[in-house]
């Protein structure tokens, strides 16, 4: 069983910048897909990015695309969402998710983190 531990969210201004983590524990994460969704409130949780499992291949959401970056490092057993010139609409929710496909959509994935909150001041 994998447990994900997502951290780094926070309060920042619009055009500013964060890092989400996503740790694994109980399993090791370089046999799996990562995903990352957001949910902000009173939405459906969205496909936001994706990389393979050997960090080869990416894929963003339009929304993102140019803005975020995801990678991962499998020696240490994470993976990053680099979050850039943040909007507003980025206020959400994020997750991290584990797949052994190569879908964006959230019954695609199996182990959830908590989730970290990111909020986007005007």
């Known amino acids: 069983q994998v447990q994900l531990v997502e951290s780094g969210g926070g309060l920042v201004q619009a055009g500013g910048s964060l890092r989400l983590s996503c740790a694994a524990s109980?399993?090791?994460?370089?046999?799996?897909?990562m995903g990352w969704f957001r949910q902000a409130p009173g939405k459906e949780r969205d496909f936001t990015a994706l990389?393979?499992?050997?960090?080869?291949?990416?894929t963003y959401a339009d929304s993102v695309k140019g803005r975020f970056t995801v990678s991962r490092d499998n020696t240490k057993n994470t993976v990053y969402l680099q979050m850039n010139s943040l909007k507003q609409e980025d206020t959400a929710v994020y997750y991290c998710?584990?797949?052994?496909?190569?879908?964006?959509?959230?019954?695609?994935?199996?182990?959830w983190g908590q989730g970290t909150q990111v909020t986007v001041s005007s």
């Open positions: 109980g399993r090791t994460l370089s046999g799996y897909n």
């Open positions: 990389i393979s499992w050997n960090g080869a291949l990416t």
């Open positions: 998710a584990t797949t052994r496909s190569w879908h964006t959509i959230p019954e695609q994935y199996d182990h």
